[in-house]
């Protein structure tokens, strides 16, 4: 995952490659950055430790097939997702209009395959039922793709708020949890 999560990063700094460093193009390459840490976020922190956790403590005849449906077949989305948000930020910092059907497409595609097969893989995990992550990336998603005719960084901005959101509030869940 984090190499994935590395490659968009490259993504982000690639498209910097021969462009003109305009306003625009400096705030899509700066939210693309922002995303992909908030993919992080959303991930690593409290997502990635529930599922090692509950892998742990689930019988061991169950912790085989529970293994490869969290961390292999759950996983798989959440790869495709951040490929396909590669690919949205790409066409984001190529082409600094209005992003194209397809992008929009990409990009909501993306994060919902990503947060999507997070939430897929904890509710597996029997670590919860990840309702608000699911409820949050739903409404952010179609966001993206129904609001056509917006600068990239005004898509990526609502992009980073639902991914944001995700993340934060699944923090906190965990410091009440622990707390």
């Known amino acids: 995952m984090i190499i994935a999560l590395g490659e968009s990063l490259i993504v982000a700094a690639a498209g910097l490659t ?19 840490c908030a993919l992080w976020w959303a991930y690593f922190p409290v997502a990635k430790p529930e599922l ?3 892998l742990a403590a689930a019988p061991t005849v169950e912790q085989g097939s529970i293994a490869r449906d969290t961390f292999s077949l759950a996983h798989f989305p959440m790869l495709c997702g951040v490929v396909a948000y590669a690919v949205a930020l790409e066409e984001a910092i190529a082409h600094p209009g209005p992003l194209s059907t397809s992008a929009r497409l990409a990009l909501a595609l993306g994060l919902l395959l ?9 509710w597996r ?7 608000t992550r699911v409820v949050i990336i739903l409404v952010t998603s179609a ?3 129904l609001l056509s005719g917006q600068p990239p960084f005004v898509s990526l901005a609502l992009a980073l708020i639902g991914v944001g959101l995700v993340a934060l509030l699944d923090e906190r869940r965990a410091n009440r949890i622990a707390g």
């Open 18 to 36: 021969g462009a003109e460093f305009t306003t625009d193009v400096i705030a899509v390459s700066s939210w693309g950055v922002l995303i992909s």
């Open 52 to 54: 090692e956790r509950a």
């Open 114 to 122: 990503f947060v999507g097969g997070t939430a897929l893989a904890m």
């Open 125 to 131: 995990a029997t670590c919860g039922r990840p309702v």
């Open 143 to 145: 966001t993206l793709f």
